[in-house]
C-alpha cells in the first residue's frame, strides 16, 4: 500500500514555471510507475506523465512534451513533476498517482491503484 501526497502548487504568471513533489509513504513505492494527471473544473481528468518505476523510461502525450519533467528518487520515497513554459490551459488541480508495473494503460485513470489529494495549479495570463 502507498500513501501519496502532494505540494508544490500555487500561482504562477504565464511563461513562468513550478515544480511539484510527490510524497509516498509506505515500503513499496519502487514497485509502482508514478504518474501525474490534472483536472479543470468541468473537465475529464487528463493524464500528463508517466515514469517508470527505476525512472528509466518517460512518456508524455503531446498537450505537456518538451514542456514538463517527471523524475523520481526512490531513496526519498518521492516523484516530482517539473513544469516549464506554463500557459493559462495548464490551470487545474494536479493529482500525483501510482500505478502498479503490470497494470496496462497508462493514460487511464483506472490503471493507478493510489492517488493524492491534488494541489491547485494556477497560470495567470
Known amino acids: 500500500q502507498v500513501q501519496l501526497v502532494e505540494s508544490g502548487g500555487g500561482l504562477v504568471q504565464a511563461g513562468g514555471s513550478l515544480r511539484l513533489s510527490c510524497a509516498a509513504s509506505?515500503?513499496?513505492?519502487?514497485?509502482?510507475?508514478m504518474g501525474w494527471f490534472r483536472q479543470a473544473p468541468g473537465k475529464e481528468r487528463e493524464w500528463i506523465a508517466l515514469?517508470?518505476?527505476?525512472?528509466?523510461?518517460?512518456y508524455y502525450p503531446d498537450s505537456v512534451k518538451g514542456r514538463f519533467t517527471i523524475s523520481r528518487d526512490n531513496a526519498k520515497k518521492t516523484a516530482y513533476l517539473q513544469m516549464n513554459s506554463l500557459k493559462p490551459e495548464d490551470t487545474a488541480v494536479y493529482y500525483c498517482?501510482?500505478?502498479?508495473?503490470?497494470?496496462?494503460?497508462?493514460?487511464?485513470?483506472?490503471?493507478?491503484?493510489?492517488w493524492g489529494q491534488g494541489t491547485q495549479v494556477t497560470v495567470s495570463s
Open positions: 498517482a501510482a500505478k502498479l508495473i503490470a497494470a496496462t494503460g497508462m493514460t487511464m485513470a483506472t490503471s493507478y491503484a493510489y
Open positions: 509506505g515500503r513499496t513505492f519502487s514497485a509502482y510507475g
Open positions: 515514469i517508470s518505476w527505476s525512472g528509466g523510461t518517460t
